[in-house]
């Protein structure tokens, strides 16, 4: 049995994490079936905008290695992201692209709708 106690102060939480309440509200509008990996990719891709638009773009394998996830894992989380798999639908928040100097090498970028949902984000967090 559970008891509360008359006690205990219940800590009130940041701005920031009603903010990130209500970011996760805006990401989960768009797709309810994202993973907490394909949010977490999401924003990383998001706070590496600058780098993955620069010709020293970050590749999917560089990617993998910095979030600590295996390749398979962060392909099938860019699919969904992306144009989708099986009975998935994509997103379609970010598209891949061939880097100039190696066609083997994959890289990453925001498309117009992966910037719209960011922006309504920011607008959410700066309130």
Same mark, same amino acid.
């Given at each position: 049995?559970?008891?509360?106690? %008359?006690?205990?102060?219940? %800590? ?7 903010? $990130?309440? @209500? ?10 079936? /994202? ?5 977490? *990719? ?20 560089? #990617?993998?290695?910095? *979030?600590?996830?295996?390749? @398979? ?7 969904? $992201? ?8 994509? /997103?379609?928040? #970010?598209?891949?692209? /061939? ?8 890289? $990453? ?8 949902? /960011? ?9």
């Amino acid at each position: 049995m559970f008891f509360f106690q %008359p006690d205990v102060k219940v %800590p009130e939480f940041s701005k920031a994490m009603k903010g $990130l309440e @209500a970011a996760l509200a805006i990401i989960s509008d768009q797709k309810a079936n /994202l993973s907490v990996g394909n949010v977490r *990719l999401f924003i990383y891709i998001a706070n590496n905008a600058g780098r993955l638009h620069s010709d020293a773009g970050l590749s999917l394998t560089a #990617i993998a290695k910095e *979030l600590e996830v295996p390749y @398979a894992t962060l392909v099938r989380q860019v699919d969904l $992201l992306e144009s989708g798999y099986g009975s998935y639908k994509g /997103l379609n928040w #970010i598209e891949r692209g /061939l880097d100039a100097k190696n066609p083997r090498v994959r890289r $990453l970028r925001l498309t117009k709708q992966g910037l719209d949902v /960011l922006s309504e984000i920011d607008k959410v967090l700066n309130v």
